[in-house]
């Protein structure tokens, strides 16, 4: 069965970071885009970032560009989200997501999702 794992999400003060990861079971990284959506309470789903197989991340949202980037360890299965100078409208929950070779900013573009992780940023 194949199946990605969000963790990390938690409570933080504005200003403050964390790091999300998302753990692949099933298959492994190498083929796969993996992208970054969230989704605050009473909003749709959007696109945050994506990381292309060979490690470039894409930002989709211009409110997170210069304060998230994402990384990847191949040897893991594992893709990380760095959060920093995080603000109280980066609440929401946060899912990875992938797509064999390359990114795509569209939720249906995606095959496999994980079932998320909370971030609440508040003082």
């Known amino acids: 069965q194949l199946q990605l794992v969000e963790s990390g999400g938690g409570l933080v003060q504005p200003g403050g970071s964390l790091r999300l990861s998302c753990a692949a079971s099933?298959?492994?990284?190498?083929?796969?885009?993996i992208g970054w959506f969230r989704q605050a309470p009473g909003k749709e789903r959007e696109g945050v970032l994506c990381?292309?197989?060979?490690?470039?991340?894409?930002n989709y949202a211009d409110s997170v560009k210069g304060r998230f980037t994402s990384s990847r360890d191949n040897a893991k299965n594992t893709v990380y989200l760095q959060m920093n100078s995080l603000k109280p409208e980066d609440t929401a929950v946060y899912y990875c997501?992938?797509?064999?070779?390359?990114?795509?900013?569209?939720?249906?573009?995606?095959?496999?999702w994980g079932q998320g992780t909370q971030v609440t940023v508040s003082s």
């Open positions: 997501a992938a797509r064999q070779r390359f990114c795509s900013d569209y939720e249906s573009a995606y095959d496999w």
């Open positions: 099933g298959f492994s990284w190498d083929d796969y885009a």
């Open positions: 990381i292309s197989r060979s490690g470039y991340s894409t």
